[in-house]
Nanobody, 122 residues
Framework: VQLQASGGGLVQAGGSLRLSCAAS????????MGWFRQAPGKEREFVAA????????YYADSVKGRFTISRDNAKNTVYLQMNSLKPEDTAVYYC????????????????WGQGTLVTVSS
């Protein structure tokens, strides 16, 4: 599975962005999908995840209520809608796919995209 993340950019605090992660090479319909981010000088951290069937979603406490993960298996794409953005959301955002148990554990994901940069100005 090849993953291509897009949609990053520069936005003012309070603004919104929608990230997309397009998959190719194989259907992602049987994979859980996740978003992670890495800010400069920090470890990569979990942001959000969705089960293969979209029956459950998971969020980091820092983004709960502001970010929404969704997927369209027909388009082989997963999305991350980010609202009420804060400067501390500035990071490179990565999408990932895997058949896993712990959706928040990055080590359980098998495939990773290249990342898209989100910069939130104050």
């Amino acid at each position: 599975v090849q993953l291509q993340a897009s949609g990053g950019g520069l936005v003012q605090a309070g603004g919104s962005l929608r990230l997309s992660c397009a998959a190719s090479g194989r259907t992602i319909s049987s994979y859980a999908m996740g978003w992670f981010r890495q800010a400069p000088g920090k470890e990569r951290e979990f942001v959000a995840a969705i089960t293969w069937s979209s029956s459950k979603t998971y969020y980091a406490d820092s983004v709960k209520g502001r970010f929404t993960i969704s997927r369209d298996n027909a388009k082989n794409t997963v999305y991350l809608q980010m609202n009420s953005l804060k400067p501390e959301d500035t990071a490179v955002y990565y999408c990932a796919a895997g058949r896993l148990i712990d959706h928040m554990n990055e080590y359980e994901y098998d495939y990773w995209g290249q990342g898209t940069l989100v910069t939130v100005s104050s």
